[in-house]
């Protein structure tokens, strides 16, 4: 049997389409989740339904944001799940999340996210950050390293600055390959993010601050003085308190956000 095809549903490669199907492993994304009738519940990518059918089973209502239009067909006539979901065929990286928001209820987000595709569409939900609850998102291991590590070590980057920026990240559960079908190259892990409240965020702007990430992490071996040297003179660096000597990996979250209000304040 060819493992390309599961359920009857051939995986598309430009979809980034892995099919989950370990049952042990999705109870316990189902309860990370925890999901309860009335809960503002939204997936991105349910492909075959293999966490939204567990899922649906807990509540009363579910909206489902799928790329695939055969994956989207499929479920809009569920014989199961058809009456519980909402389903928006279309890109989830265009989507106004902000428009779910109902009853003032924020959502909770879930999804296996294609991993081609899965840090545009985590700044993507970024911006919503104050209509989410929590996510929890099945990413390929390496992602999941990078959004939780720390500074001074090889992993910390601009995605672990702009994830621990706006949310409280921490790993829940690691995939092996074998779990999905086809199964991919690498390893998978599922990862909890809470966001954090407005007046925890204090960048004066989120671009500003992705910009100083870029700049200072383009070239990860240069020493702050050259990486910044787009944005600060070396005097100016030092009169933040700054080492020239530094590398970004060696900046803490709160440096970042002071470069960028910095910036900000002195240069806009």
């Known amino acids: 049997m060819n493992d390309k095809v599961h359920l009857g549903h051939r995986a598309r490669k430009r979809f980034g389409q892995n099919f989950l199907h370990d049952t042990s492993i999705i109870d316990k994304i189902v309860t990370a989740i925890d999901p309860k009738p009335g809960d503002n519940l ?31 067909h499929r479920l809009i006539h569920h ?9 928006h065929q279309g890109d989830a990286m265009q989507f ?17 996210l294609p991993y081609n595709v899965s840090t545009p569409l985590l700044f993507h939900l970024f911006e919503f950050y104050q209509n989410i609850e929590h996510m929890h998102f099945m990413l390929q291991k390496e992602v999941v390293k990078r959004m939780v590590a720390s500074p001074g070590t090889k992993a910390f980057g601009r995605l672990s600055v702009m994830t ?58 240069k020493t702050i003085r050259n990486s910044l040297s787009n944005l600060l003179t070396p005097e100016e660096i030092e009169n933040l308190g700054l080492d020239l000597k530094l590398r970004a990996e060696n ?18």
């Open 42 to 72: 939204v997936e991105i990518g349910p492909g075959l339904g293999a966490i939204t059918e567990p899922v649906a089973d807990l509540t009363d209502h579910l909206t489902v944001v799928e790329l695939d239009k055969d994956l989207a």
């Open 164 to 221: 621990q920026y706006y949310c409280h990240a921490m790993p829940v559960i690691d995939v092996p390959p074998e779990c999905f079908k086809p199964a991919p190259k690498v390893d998978s892990a599922v990862i909890r993010l809470i966001p954090k409240t407005p007046d925890q965020l204090k960048a004066k702007s989120t671009k500003l601050l992705n910009t100083v990430c870029l700049e200072a992490f383009n070239q990860r071996r």
């Open 96 to 112: 106004d999340f902000a428009s779910l928001i109902t009853d003032e209820r924020k959502l909770k987000v879930f999804g296996n």
């Open 251 to 268: 900046l803490s979250l709160d440096t970042f956000v002071k470069i960028a209000n910095w910036i900000y304040d002195n240069k806009q």
């Open 79 to 87: 014989p199961f799940l058809a009456s519980k979901l909402t389903v």
